[in-house]
C-alpha cells in the first residue's frame, strides 16, 4: 500500500489538483487546519483527514505549521508528500525537509505510479524528469498539473491537537491586507486571460485590454515590459517573475513574447497575438494572430463580440 | 548594521539555456548572468547599508566565471564578497546548497540576510526556508517592502491578492521580489573601486562540508527533452478585417 500525505490549503483549484493527483498514487491522508480544507479533502476522496486544531497558529508565519507537517510527516512515514507549489506550500516542504533530511523537487508538472517525476525546465522550454533517490517522495505540484475531478469519500477524520511553541512565534503576521480583486477571476485560475504589453503604450489605454477581457469573462494580465512602465501592477504580471498561467485562452496585446513572458504562458491551450510587429516572436507560438494596430483590431472585436452574444 | 547578500549567477534567461550531458545546467556558456532577482537583494541592501551603515558582504556559490556576477557587486557598491568555488559543489541538490551556504554564513558577522525570491535557473525558490532551518534565524520571504529600525525587521510578504505584514527579531533572512526597488547601475567610479574589493575565496574543505555533489543529491534527474513547439497557426495582416476575423476565430473555438 503506497501511502500519500497531502497538505490541503483552504485554496480551491490548486488544492483540489494536488488531491487529483496524489489519488492516482494511493491511499490519500490529508492535513487540514480549517474545516473548508477538511471538507475539501472529502470531496477529493481522501480516505483520512488529520483536522489540526492549534488556536492562534495563523498569526505566525510558516514556522509553526512547518512544525505541525514535520511531526506528523515523521509519524505517518509516507510514500509522498505533496504540497501545492504556492510561496507557502514551498516553504512548508522546504522546512520539512531539512527537518527530516529529506530530498525536496518542487513544481511538479507530474507525478507518475512509479514515483517518476516531471518538471518544465528553463521557462518550459525543456522538459524534465527526475525521481527521489533517498527517502520519500516529498514534492510541490503546481497549479494546472492535472484536471481536479471530484470523488466524495467519508474520511476518518483524526483530530490533531497542537500548541504553538514559543520557538515557532519568530515571524509574527502583524497584518494581513486583502487589496480588492475586483469582479475578474483570479489571474492564476482563469480559463481565459487578455494580456497587454508595452504596445498598450499607458496606463489609461489598459481600460481597451480591460473591456477585452470583460467582454470574454477573463482576466486581465501583462507583461513585465508593461508593469516595469507601470501601466499595470505588478501582480497582474505573466511571465517568469510574475504568475504563471494556463488557461483555455490567452490574449496578447500589444507583447512581442520576450521568454520571460512566454515562460508564464506558454501552456496555455489556445493562443491569439495582435502585434503592429510581423516579426514578434509571439506569432511563432500563436494559433491565430493579427498583425495590426491594436487600438484598431480589438475595438472591432469587442464589436464584434457584443453583436454575437 | 551588516548585511550578507546571496546572488547566484545563472544563464540569461532572454537566451535559450540547456542542460549539459550530465543533465545539469550548463554554465560553461558565455551567457551568464547575475539572477535577475538577485540584483533587488543588492539594492535593497545598499539601501539598508546607507540609512543604518555597517557592511554589505556578497556571497556566492559557483564555478570560476562567477566572478563577473561578484564583480559587478562589488561596484554597485556591495563592500567585499565570499566566493565557495569547488568543482565537488557541480550536481548538488538544494538541500546541500543550503548546508554549504548555512556554513558560509556561520563564518560571518550578519543582522540581515538578502536573498532573491528565487533564482532564474531552477526557480525553486526555498533557500531562504532551507537556510532559516539550518541557521535557526527566522526566514520573511517574498518582499515588496523591508524596513529595520536595527533590532527587528518588518516586511509586506507579497500575496497574489494583497499582502502580509510580517516581523521579526534580527539576525533574519529576507528574500525580496523585483517589486521592492529599481536597482540601481554601477557608476565607472564604483567599477573602478570593485577592483579593490577583497574577495574570500572558499571550499569545501574550509567549510567543513564533505558531501556534495551528486552522490550526496537525494533526487536524481533521469531524463531531459526539449518541448515540442509550439508551431503558428493562421496569421492575418489587418486591412481593416483584423478585429472581425479575430472575433470569427474566437467564436469557431466557442469562446464567445
Known amino acids: 500500500m503506497t501511502d500519500i500525505l497531502v497538505y490541503v490549503p483552504n485554496s480551491g483549484k490548486h488544492a483540489a489538483e494536488v488531491l487529483t493527483l496524489a489519488r492516482t498514487l494511493g491511499d490519500v491522508s490529508a492535513v487540514a487546519f480549517d474545516d473548508a480544507s477538511a471538507s475539501l479533502a472529502g470531496e477529493y476522496g481522501a480516505a483520512k483527514v488529520y483536522r489540526v486544531e492549534a488556536p492562534g497558529i495563523d498569526d505566525y508565519f510558516v514556522d509553526p505549521k512547518a512544525t505541525v507537517l514535520t511531526d506528523l510527516a515523521r509519524k505517518v512515514a509516507p510514500d509522498y508528500f505533496l504540497l501545492p507549489s504556492t510561496d507557502e506550500g514551498k516553504a512548508l516542504a522546504a522546512r520539512t525537509a531539512v527537518a527530516l533530511d529529506n530530498g525536496l523537487m518542487t513544481d511538479l508538472s507530474g507525478l507518475a505510479p512509479d514515483g517518476t517525476a516531471t518538471q518544465d525546465a528553463f521557462a518550459g522550454t525543456t522538459i524534465v524528469t527526475a525521481k527521489a533517490t533517498k527517502g520519500f517522495t516529498l514534492a510541490t505540484i503546481k497549479l494546472g498539473a492535472t484536471e481536479p475531478a471530484p470523488a466524495p469519500s467519508s474520511p476518518e477524520v483524526e483530530t490533531v491537537n497542537a500548541t504553538v511553541a514559543e520557538s515557532d512565534q519568530r515571524v509574527k503576521v502583524a497584518q494581513r491586507v486583502d487589496e480588492p480583486a475586483g469582479d475578474r477571476p483570479a489571474l492564476s485560475e482563469a480559463r481565459i486571460v487578455v494580456s497587454g504589453g508595452r504596445g498598450v503604450g499607458s496606463a489609461e489605454d489598459f481600460a481597451l485590454i480591460e473591456r477585452v477581457a470583460d467582454a470574454l469573462g477573463g482576466a486581465v494580465g501583462a507583461s513585465r515590459a508593461a508593469t516595469d512602465a507601470g501601466y499595470y501592477p505588478h501582480k497582474f504580471q505573466v511571465g517568469q517573475t510574475g504568475t504563471t498561467v494556463s488557461p483555455q485562452l490567452y490574449v496578447a496585446a500589444g507583447i512581442s513574447g520576450a521568454i520571460q513572458h512566454r515562460a508564464g504562458m506558454q501552456t496555455s491551450r489556445v493562443i491569439v497575438a495582435v502585434n503592429k510587429d510581423a516579426d514578434a516572436p509571439i506569432f511563432g507560438m500563436a494559433d491565430f494572430g493579427v498583425v495590426g494596430d491594436l487600438f484598431q483590431v480589438l475595438p472591432q472585436a469587442l464589436e464584434e463580440i457584443e453583436k454575437r452574444k | ?256
Open chain 2, 1 to 256: 548594521m551588516n548585511i550578507v547578500v546571496l546572488v547566484k549567477q545563472v544563464p540569461d534567461s532572454g537566451l535559450a539555456r540547456q542542460l549539459d550531458a550530465q543533465l545539469r545546467v550548463d554554465r560553461n556558456g558565455a551567457n551568464n548572468v547575475m539572477g535577475e532577482l538577485d540584483e533587488y537583494a543588492v539594492e535593497a541592501a545598499l539601501q539598508l547599508k546607507e540609512a543604518h551603515g555597517g557592511e554589505v558582504t556578497v556571497l556566492t556559490l559557483g564555478p570560476g566565471q562567477a566572478t563577473e556576477t561578484i564583480r559587478k557587486t562589488l561596484a554597485m557598491g556591495a563592500d567585499k564578497a565570499v566566493h565557495i568555488e569547488d568543482d565537488a559543489v557541480a550536481g548538488s541538490d538544494a538541500l546541500t546548497t543550503s548546508a554549504i551556504l548555512a556554513a558560509a554564513l556561520g563564518r560571518l558577522e550578519w543582522d540581515l540576510v538578502i536573498a532573491g525570491a528565487e533564482s532564474t535557473d531552477s526557480n525553486m525558490g526555498v533557500m531562504p526556508q532551507l537556510l532559516a532551518a539550518r541557521t535557526g534565524a527566522p526566514a520573511l520571504t517574498g518582499a515588496r517592502k523591508i524596513d529595520t529600525d536595527g533590532t527587528s525587521v518588518t516586511v509586506e510578504h507579497q500575496r497574489a491578492n494583497g499582502y502580509d505584514v510580517l516581523t521579526a527579531n534580527l539576525p533574519a533572512i529576507v528574500s525580496v521580489w523585483d517589486t521592492i526597488n529599481t536597482p540601481r547601475y554601477p557608476s565607472l567610479k564604483g567599477i573602478m573601486a570593485a577592483k579593490r574589493k577583497p574577495v574570500e575565496s572558499l571550499q569545501l574543505s574550509d567549510l567543513g562540508i564533505e558531501a556534495a555533489g551528486q552522490a550526496a543529491a537525494a533526487n536524481e534527474v533521469v531524463g531531459a527533452a526539449a518541448r515540442p513547439e509550439r508551431t503558428a497557426g493562421q496569421i492575418v495582416t489587418d486591412e481593416g478585417q483584423g478585429g472581425t476575423a479575430l472575433a470569427e476565430f474566437l467564436a469557431a473555438e466557442k469562446f464567445i
